[in-house]
């Protein structure tokens, strides 16, 4: 393998059944449901982003759950690559943690994510049935006359239906470099995400074009990954022009700014 051999992919959405048995640089935070995506397709070993690492360590939770199934699994900090760019990741990502396989393999922390991947290739893959991923889109508040408040532990479990409704979604607040809008996405009512340690949430002032509401919760705050933690801990770290009109603002607790946006568009604010 060399490094044109290397899949450089913006969200771990993006595998497909042909990429069994490669080594992937994946722009998707490093949490559980992401290690799910990349293990289903039978990826040998795949590096995610660290996403600031966050509350009960979920940046990186991704990587006990690979070695599980003997799939070699890093993450490049935060701080060296944004999240969503997998081509920024491939060039300045510097690797934050690895897992025990990734370790047998020869990867370490401080090297760059391409030796990293290319030492991956050494790497078992996969060692068994990957389990399934329960409940990954459900619903987390329903009132009559209400819009509901829908989870989804992914951005991309976001359907059709949902539009006019809430979402709260785990995963990070940044535009994918390939996929630079909410594309073709519903209009919902709002949007909530995690800031996954960015200063500025891409993905904010991209809703603002379309009149939707928009928040990051705090990575510190919530865990990445789960659209339970998001609703149930988060702390409103970033709000978008759309939110301020609505009354919402920042340190506001993520269950109150929903509150608030229902309230707001009942006219009862």
Known sequence: MNENEVLILDSVTKFERRDFGKVAIAASHGGAYAGYLAARVGI????L???????????ISALPYLDGLSIAGATI???SARIGDGQAMAETGLISHVNQTARQAGCGVGQTAMICAMAMRTAKGTGGEVPG????????HETPGAP??????????VKREDEGQIVVT?????L????????????VLAAIFNDAGSDAPSRLPDLDTRAITGATVSSQSARIGDARSTFEDGIISHINKTARKRG???QMSCKDFVRQIIDSSRGAV
């Open 44 to 47: 040998r070993g795949v590096i």
């Open 49 to 59: 982003h660290d996403a600031g690492i966050g509350k009960d360590q979920a940046g």
């Open 77 to 79: 900090d935060y701080r």
């Open 133 to 140: 991923y329960a409940e990954a889109r459900f619903v987390l």
């Open 148 to 157: 509901k408040v829908i989870g989804c532990d992914s951005t991309s479990l």
């Open 170 to 174: 785990a995963s990070h607040g940044d």
């Open 176 to 187: 994918l470099r390939e996929s630079p809008s909410w594309g073709a996405r519903p209009d």
């Open 248 to 250: 919402a603002y920042i």
